[in-house]
Each structure stands twice: as C-alpha cells, then as structure tokens.
C-alpha cells in the first residue's frame, strides 16, 4: 500500500524559470488538494479536484500557477515565471469521495534564487 | 470566515510527562470536523487525531485526547506520557465545507520539544 507520493521533493531554481511539481494520490481517492506552507506557518489551500474537475480555486493561486488533474490520477502544478515570493513547501493531499480524513504527501520544497 | 488560532508557537515537556496543546477557531456552523495533525521534521503530516463537533464526548486515540469546548470554540490537545517521537509541528485544523468538497483551514502550529 502506498501514500500519497510527491515529485520532486526538492526544486531550486532561479526567478523567472517555469517549475512543475507532480502529485500521485491514493488510487482510490477521487478528491485531490494542493496547500501551500512557507517557512513556520500552516498550510494554506491552494486548489481542489474531483476526479479530472477542478472545483476550487484559492485567491492565492495567481495567474502564474495552473494545475491539471487528467483522466483523475496523478495531478500536477505548475508555476511560470517563479518568483522569490513562491519559495514554499507544496503540499498535496488526497481522500476518498465520502472521506473525511486528507492523507497528505511529504511535499515539495521550493527555493526560488 | 472561519479561522484558526494556536496560541503556543512552542511547547516543552519532559519525556514520559503529559502537555496540552491550545487551538480555538471561529465558525457560524454547526456540524463540523476538527482535527489535530503532527508534522515531523523533514517528514510527511500525519493525522493525529479527530473530533466531530456533533459528538459530545471528547476523541481519544491512545496517548492522545482533545478537550472539546464547543460553547468555547476551544479544541486541545493532551498527550500523556509524551515519547521522544512525539517531537514535531502540530497543527489544528478545521474542515470547511465547500460546494463540492472540502478543505481545511490551518492553525500557525505549535513546535513540541520533548526533553529526555
């Protein structure tokens, strides 16, 4: 049985450069998060899928940020033109349609030189 | 909006001692969920564990226990017996209720240092 895994797990690259982060669920979740945790705080929501159907997107997911979720499986997030500001640990997290529990990956960690 | 407030950022306790942790948040609901999530250093979150607000009595899981105050809007939690491996980040969090889903909201967390 295996959890929630997260590639890569750590990415430094420099302001500008496009950055593309995968998350591959639990098989049988069908609900996916992405948070976002800066250095001492709590995650905060970024965005929410349902199967392939992007749900819920958080104020905090600029233009800059787009996330995919085809044939709902695995996701990804990608972030254009990174900026300082985007150095964070992104977290993904996954749960069952009638879960009530998120099981959360081990993150990627950005730094933006 | 709902809020989470962890009013600790750092605890300690001695090894085999017992230590509270302190959360409150801010909800207009009703029916909700809570829950208390430990983060390891440079490993993945884990749920510790968690409370309905529709149930009264309060959750325990093992060492752990939480002191649900609904009037309050308090949600503590107690680890007895503290271990070594209890040092790491915790986080109370509350699940939201979204149109088609749902997402939780986090507290800034409490570092807990365990002293042997």
């Known amino acids: 049985d295996t959890g929630v895994s997260q590639d890569p797990r750590h990415k430094i690259t420099k302001r500008g450069q496009n950055v593309t982060f995968r998350c591959d669920p639990i098989s049988e979740h069908n609900r996916l998060y992405w948070y976002r945790q800066t250095l001492g705080q709590g995650p905060e929501f970024l965005t929410y899928?349902?199967?392939?159907?992007?749900?819920?997107k958080s104020r905090l997911l600029s233009d800059r940020f787009s996330a995919e979720r085809p044939k709902g499986s695995f996701s990804t997030l990608e972030i254009q033109r990174t900026e300082q500001g985007d150095s964070a640990m992104y977290l993904c997290?996954?749960?069952?349609?009638?879960?009530?529990?998120?099981?959360f990956g081990p993150g990627t960690r950005l730094t933006v030189l | 909006a709902q809020t989470v407030t962890q009013s600790q950022p750092e605890m300690s306790v001695q090894e085999a001692e017992t230590v509270t942790l302190s959360c409150t948040y801010d909800?207009?609901?009703?029916?909700?969920?809570l829950f208390w999530y430990k983060q390891p250093p440079s490993r993945q979150m884990i749920l510790v564990i968690r409370?309905?607000?529709?149930?009264?009595q309060n959750a325990t899981e093992n060492r752990f226990s939480v002191n649900f105050q609904k009037a309050a809007k308090s949600f503590s939690l107690k680890i007895s017996d503290s271990q070594l491996g209890d040092a790491a980040m915790y986080f109370c969090?509350?699940?939201?209720?979204?149109?088609?889903?749902?997402?939780?909201?986090f507290g800034a967390g409490t570092i807990l240092r365990v002293k042997s």
């Open positions: 969090a509350y699940r939201i209720t979204m149109e088609y889903g749902n997402k939780l909201v």
């Open positions: 409370q309905e607000a529709y149930k009264q």
């Open positions: 909800t207009s609901e009703s029916d909700y969920y």
């Open positions: 997290a996954s749960s069952g349609l009638g879960g009530i529990e998120q099981f």
């Open positions: 899928f349902q199967n392939e159907a992007q749900l819920e």
